[in-house]
């Protein structure tokens, strides 16, 4: 079987654009690949964080994993700290990186600003995206067009690294989904949502109450013309509602727009959050059971174990590729 690997920080909340371009693509993959699913602790370093906080927010992401539908006999869920072969890998690799690689990175461009107090680890944290992929001989990484840069240099670590000491990595390849990728935040349509943006009505969180999500859909931008279809570069707030009820429907967004005509934008705003509803519903409800039942901790051990066995082989490789066992 083919095999995937995808992480997710367990920074912020998770929203609906993560649901939509991440979460939601990986239960078919289950079904047609083995799959590992971890939560990236260590990424969430790069700036402090409150360690107890921190703790929590692993916690709950596992629980989403689960709750969004993610089967721990069919995938391994497990904490990026809990397998050490990460960090140690994450070393190895930076010694073939090149600087000038890193420093064009266009998140640490973004998050860094040429900032003197920007940390090492902001600066090399896609070393160590590389290192989460490449230890489990990963065939196929889901990701967001914005990561795509990063999923590059993991294919140029890999095959420099085969090129200099052997055959160790297998080279993957990307999985982009269509829409979902792109989710845009409801405040400011012309960028993606995002966990960390100032105002919590940029975003609709997985565990937001459904009076919380018809308040934020109420608030979403839109434009003056109050004419519904879908053209995101001049109507990105419509176009926006569009892809996200679509999503969420099932339905298309050429036959929403079809059925939208005539209809102001508040008819648009509230069916579309009552189809977030819909979905979120059992969700929600699959998340809190699976939050009392103590299954977490379980199947987060057993995931990390399983993880442990399977990159320890690909350590070992490096090491002895290297010189180093």
């Not at 390849?173 to 993606?192: Q, W």
């Not at 997985?206 to 004419?227: H, M, Q, W, Y």
Request: proline share 5%.
């Amino acid at each position: 079987m083919k095999r995937v690997f995808s992480g997710i920080q367990p920074t912020g909340n998770i929203h609906l654009g993560n649901y939509i371009g991440a979460l939601k693509q990986f239960i078919p993959l289950q079904e047609e690949a083995e799959c590992f699913f971890c939560i990236v602790n260590l990424h969430a370093l790069t700036i402090p964080r409150d360690p107890e906080e921190l703790r929590q927010k692993t916690r709950k992401v596992a629980g989403l994993y689960l709750a969004v539908g993610l089967d721990p006999n069919k995938s391994t869920l497990f904490v990026q700290s809990h397998n050490p072969a990460h960090s140690e890998a994450a070393w190895l690799l930076q010694c073939v990186t090149r600087m000038g690689e890193l420093s064009r990175m266009t998140q640490y461009k973004d998050k860094g600003k040429g900032s003197d107090s920007a940390t090492a680890g902001l600066f090399s944290y896609p070393v160590l995206q590389a290192a989460d992929i490449l230890l489990y001989q990963t065939d196929i990484v889901p990701v967001g067009e914005d990561q795509k840069q990063h999923l590059e240099l993991s294919r140029d670590l890999a095959q420099r690294f085969n090129g200099q000491y052997g055959d160790v990595f297998k080279v993957p390849e990307p999985k982009i989904g269509k829409t979902g990728a792109r989710i845009m935040g409801l405040d400011h349509p012309e960028k993606k949502m995002s966990k960390s943006a100032d105002s919590e009505y940029n975003r609709i969180e997985l565990l937001d109450e459904p009076d919380k999500i018809v308040k934020k859909f109420k608030r979403a931008v839109t434009d003056s013309e109050n004419e519904i279809y879908y053209d995101p570069e001049n109507k990105p707030g419509v176009s926006n509602l569009l892809a996200i009820y679509s999503e969420m429907s099932g339905e298309s967004i050429e036959s929403l727009v079809n059925r939208y005509q005539g209809k102001g934008y508040g008819h648009l705003k509230l069916d579309t959050a009552e189809a977030v509803i819909q979905v979120l519903k059992p969700l929600q409800e699959r998340y809190e059971k699976v939050m009392e039942s103590g299954e977490v901790e379980r199947i987060l051990s057993e995931g990390g174990q399983r993880a442990r066995e399977v990159s320890y082989q690909t350590l070992l490789n490096m090491q002895q590729a290297m010189g180093l066992a």
